[in-house]
């Protein structure tokens, strides 16, 4: 065992740093999250005005990814000729004539991507038959940058939409990228009855406490007491608490991981498009311009490192989803919640009631001729 993980380590010599200066925003998450102090900020400014990472001490480097990874901007990545990467893993995934993105510098939506992408690249699913979806907010820019089938839908209807698509063609893979208010007010008998009917597709949520594009208003997840713009002195209502929603309505796969957590956030992505039925992803990301602004909370890098210290791990024997709540500040339980397979999908279930009543005379899907 120990010479199968020492087999997994990279050769340096056969491995570089890049970093593309011009799609920095100047966040400092690769150097502030960078296991061996590799990188610090330049002072100088780029174009944008921003300062970009350099790479300071590259002798350290054991290009883990993590930079990569965490970096929303897709700005620095590990690059090989011997192994013929030389490209940001996400690039392969996204339109970059639409780069730089309009999400602000130190919001998560971007290192979500960046987990997505890697997912779907390390569990081999084919990218011709791979569908996202999204609805309206800063998430649901996701669709429209991504380099895939993608569909910018309707303010909440991105499961019913997703939920079509999964109807109509079994064979694709279905992936629902929306945020906290999107997906969970407007949207939220969608979001419910498609993992009641357990429908074929992958929900990430990227859940940020408030409604971002639209300027700030209080959200279903917005933690009492915090403020937002419509309600200044402070949430009073008490915020959905999602995976224990999720569970309850029977979804397949639940899990919840920050943007800090971005070795788990990508695995549990992986897992969840690997499960045939409903499977949902909480994603807790950075929102620096109006849920951190109005807060007083600091800038996105302020708020990854309070994931890292409010995060508590899920353990089964203690925890349940029910315990997941989200308060102002506090602690956030993260982890895999739910990963069950005692549920047949829609589809399938309906095949199944189909032929037990009509028998041969029910063709299924596809229709012959």
Same mark, same amino acid.
């Given at each position: 065992?120990?010479?199968?993980?020492?087999?997994?380590?990279?050769? =340096?010599?056969?491995? #570089?740093? %890049?970093?593309?200066?011009?799609?920095?925003?100047?966040?400092?998450? @690769?150097? /502030? +999250?960078?296991?061996?102090?590799?990188?610090?900020?330049?002072?100088?400014?780029?174009?944008?005005?921003?300062?970009? =990472?350099?790479?300071? #001490?590259? %002798?350290?480097?054991?290009?883990?990814?993590?930079?990569?990874?965490? @970096?929303? /901007? +897709?700005?620095?990545?590990?690059?090989?000729?011997?192994?013929?990467?030389?490209?940001?893993?996400?690039?392969?995934?996204?339109?970059?004539? #639409?780069?730089?993105?309009?999400?602000?510098?130190?919001?998560?939506?971007?290192?979500?991507?960046?987990?997505?992408?890697?997912?779907?690249?390390?569990?081999?699913?084919?990218?011709?038959?791979?569908?996202?979806?999204?609805?309206?907010?800063?998430?649901?820019?996701?669709?429209?940058?991504?380099?895939?089938?993608?569909?910018?839908?309707?303010?909440?209807?991105?499961?019913?939409?997703?939920?079509?698509?999964?109807?109509?063609?079994?064979?694709?893979?279905?992936?629902?990228?929306?945020?906290?208010?999107?997906?969970?007010?407007?949207?939220?008998?969608?979001?419910?009855?498609?993992?009641?009917?357990?429908?074929?597709?992958?929900?990430?949520?990227?859940?940020?406490?408030?409604?971002?594009?639209?300027?700030?208003?209080?959200?279903?997840?917005?933690?009492?007491?915090?403020?937002?713009?419509?309600?200044?002195?402070?949430?009073?209502?008490?915020?959905?608490?999602?995976?224990?929603?999720?569970?309850?309505?029977?979804?397949?796969?639940?899990?919840?991981?920050?943007?800090?957590?971005?070795?788990?956030?990508?695995?549990?992505?992986?897992?969840?498009?690997?499960?045939?039925?409903?499977?949902?992803?909480?994603?807790?990301?950075?929102?620096?311009?109006?849920?951190?602004?109005?807060?007083?909370?600091?800038?996105?890098?302020?708020?990854?490192?309070?994931?890292?210290?409010?995060?508590?791990?899920?353990?089964?024997?203690?925890?349940?989803?029910?315990?997941?709540?989200?308060?102002?500040?506090?602690?956030?339980?993260?982890?895999?919640?739910?990963?069950?397979?005692?549920?047949?999908?829609?589809?399938?279930?309906?095949?199944?009631?189909?032929?037990?009543?009509?028998?041969?005379?029910?063709?299924?899907?596809?229709?012959?001729?």
């Amino acid at each position: 065992m120990a010479e199968e993980k020492k087999s997994k380590k990279k050769d =340096p010599k056969e491995w #570089r740093l %890049e970093i593309d200066a011009e799609r920095c925003k100047g966040c400092a998450f @690769c150097v /502030e +999250f960078c296991p061996k102090d590799t990188l610090e900020m330049s002072d100088e400014f780029n174009s944008k005005g921003y300062h970009p =990472p350099v790479i300071a #001490r590259p %002798e350290t480097c054991t290009y883990c990814d993590m930079c990569e990874m965490v @970096c929303p /901007e +897709f700005a620095i990545w590990a690059a090989s000729d011997t192994h013929k990467k030389s490209t940001h893993i996400s690039d392969d995934f996204l339109r970059m004539d #639409r780069m730089p993105h309009i999400w602000c510098p130190g919001c998560g939506i971007g290192t979500v991507v960046n987990c997505l992408t890697k997912a779907l690249v390390d569990a081999g699913i084919d990218r011709d038959k791979t569908q996202i979806v999204s609805g309206i907010g800063c998430s649901g820019r996701v669709a429209g940058y991504v380099d895939v089938d993608s569909y910018h839908t309707t303010h909440g209807r991105a499961v019913a939409f997703a939920t079509g698509l999964a109807l109509a063609d079994p064979e694709q893979k279905v992936i629902v990228v929306s945020g906290d208010g999107d997906l969970t007010a407007i949207g939220g008998n969608h979001f419910f009855h498609a993992a009641r009917r357990n429908a074929n597709m992958t929900v990430i949520c990227i859940n940020n406490f408030i409604y971002g594009m639209t300027g700030g208003q209080v959200a279903p997840t917005t933690p009492e007491t915090a403020i937002a713009v419509t309600t200044p002195y402070g949430a009073y209502d008490a915020p959905f608490n999602l995976p224990f929603i999720a569970e309850s309505c029977g979804a397949e796969y639940v899990s919840r991981w920050t943007t800090y957590h971005v070795r788990h956030l990508q695995n549990s992505i992986k897992a969840a498009l690997g499960k045939k039925g409903f499977s949902f992803v909480e994603a807790i990301s950075p929102c620096p311009t109006l849920y951190g602004r109005r807060n007083k909370l600091g800038d996105g890098l302020d708020s990854m490192k309070f994931y890292k210290e409010a995060a508590v791990r899920y353990k089964k024997k203690e925890h349940t989803t029910a315990d997941a709540d989200i308060s102002f500040q506090d602690k956030i339980l993260i982890g895999n919640f739910v990963d069950r397979d005692d549920r047949l999908s829609l589809l399938d279930a309906m095949d199944e009631q189909h032929k037990a009543k009509l028998g041969d005379k029910y063709a299924g899907w596809p229709i012959p001729g």
